[in-house]
């Protein structure tokens, strides 16, 4: 897929936010306003072709994933979230913005504890709601099933290039996150 222009701009106002004071704030900021709209964000970018979607070594079909800008500062990723997926729960190390315009997109969340992590509330991100995570933001996302989410996620860093966490489903057990991991801990919703 080509970088659709909407996204184009969307990424330029995120490197001009990285100049300024309050990135995160002022790149969620701008999120709620592009997401103000969401039907005419979403007739905006094209849906991915089939031959778009990966599917995984183990046979999860995973969601259309598109990335319009990858630097050491920002990355900013198209996102389809398909049905019958369970992300594992992971971490990023920097901070994030996501925001939905089309579908719902589930958060599971974690939160660090003591001795490790504990499940904590979750929220669904319907059509037109855009949230921060901080940098120790523990979350997985799905999607209800018979409906994909379409999301942007914003990354202020290299997303993928840096030092994270992936987190057992079963027993929740830390441990650094790598692509096979991330496969084996996929479950079927
Ligand atoms: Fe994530």
Known sequence: MQTPPVIEELVATCQAALGGESPHQTIHAAMVDLFAD????????PPFADDEVATSRRG???GGEHIAHQSDDLTVMLLDTLPGVLQPPHDHSMNVVIGVFEGTEEQRFWARTDGG?????????ETGDVIPLGARAIHAISSPEGQAARAIHVYLGNIYDVDRSIFDP???EEHPMDSERYDEYCQHA
């Open 38 to 45: 969401p039907a005419a964000l979403a007739a905006a970018i």
């Open 170 to 172: 079963h027993t929740l």
């Open 60 to 62: 999860f079909r995973l």
């Open 117 to 125: 992590v504990a499940p904590a509330a979750g929220r669904a991100l």
